[in-house]
């Protein structure tokens, strides 16, 4: 009987190892499935959130601009107007309303407006015409001309612009001849200045300022400073001191130095010597000088022909017999 128990109880104790044995690797089969179920489901999962990611940024949901060469179209895409392009021109060129030059080529939007300017020749604001040392005419001055246009459906607005003062010609307008001379002077820089000859002086030097002149056409006469230009004989200065014993009479009054500093070009003065203490003669006697460009000279029209000798400068007092007398010539 206890071996037959015995039995039994090995009988029963091998099943329930056999029955362990047997759920043990079905149940870790059981958790392997799940598992890569679980695994499977993550991936899942992550392939799904990539989708959503793609498509959100998908042209769907989203304008992507892709790079492309410049378009040259002269449609505007965002009103589906014509634009307008510059076209080539020689003398006129285009800006901005600021003042920023465009090109030949540059799209301008429909509605805008800019600025169309063309450089003239400027002929007659006292240009002198002249000429360099190849016979090349020197650029004269300039002015600008300009007028706002404005795009409409790919259409630049009439942009012509004329310089009236040349017509249509490319021969230069010149200026009077008068304008080009100035009697005992010679006009300088283009015209715009002037300078007198040897023993002559500026008429209003005063007022004088180089690069100051211009061609005045209704006199017609070169003008500087609004004063016509002119050059006159440089005056005749009077000694600062005048020797004892001579007298100087101008226009019937006596003069001195301290009266007046000079006598003009043409003007005569009376020149006068006292007698000596001892009863000699001085000259000159009551004689008339006359200023011509800076230089005392002799005045004979009264008949007699005499020379004090002084070459032109300020007369001093000699004695008479110093005097060098001029026969008269009879016929």
Not at 149 to 155: A, K, L, R, S
Not at 294 to 318: A, I, M, Q
Request: hydrophobic share 25%; proline share 5%.
């Amino acid at each position: 009987k206890n071996g037959t128990i015995g039995n039994r109880t090995c009988e029963l104790s091998q099943y329930r190892r056999d029955q362990q044995e047997n759920v043990i690797p079905t149940a870790k089969s059981s958790l392997s499935s799940a598992a890569a179920a679980a695994a499977d489901t993550t991936s899942a999962i992550g392939r799904q959130t990539d989708t959503n990611k793609t498509q959100s940024r998908s042209p769907v949901n989203e304008r992507v601009t892709v790079p492309g060469e410049p378009t040259t179209s002269p449609i505007d895409i965002d009103h589906g107007e014509l634009n307008c392009t510059i076209p080539e021109s020689t003398d006129v060129k285009f800006v901005t309303l600021s003042g920023e030059e465009l090109k030949e080529g540059a799209q301008i939007h429909h509605g805008r407006q800019i600025l169309a300017e063309k450089e003239c020749k400027d002929y007659f604001e006292g240009y002198h015409l002249d000429y360099d040392y190849y016979g090349e005419e020197i650029s004269p001055p300039t002015r600008l001309l300009s007028t706002i246009v404005i795009c409409t459906e790919g259409v630049i607005s009439d942009y012509t612009l004329d310089c009236d003062d040349v017509e249509t010609s490319d021969t230069p307008v010149t200026i009077p001849e008068e304008c080009k001379t100035v009697p005992n002077g010679e006009v300088t820089d283009n015209g715009k200045s002037f300078q007198c000859n040897e023993d002559y002086v500026h008429a209003d030097s005063l007022l004088y300022e180089r690069y100051s002149c211009s061609c005045d056409r209704t006199i017609p006469a070169l003008v500087c400073n609004g004063r016509q230009a002119k050059c006159k004989p440089i005056n005749c200065k009077l000694n600062s001191f005048i020797e004892q014993g001579m007298t100087l009479k101008y226009r019937s009054k006596f003069i001195t130095a301290s009266t007046i500093d000079a006598i003009d070009h043409g003007e005569l003065v009376m020149f006068n010597c006292e007698i000596g203490a001892n009863g000699v003669t001085y000259e000159p006697k009551r004689r008339m000088f006359k200023c011509d460009r800076g230089k005392w000279f002799e005045d004979n029209r009264r008949g007699s022909v005499w020379s004090l000798g002084n070459n032109g400068t300020f007369p001093k007092c000699r004695p008479g017999i110093n005097l060098i007398m001029i026969p008269c010539k009879h016929k």
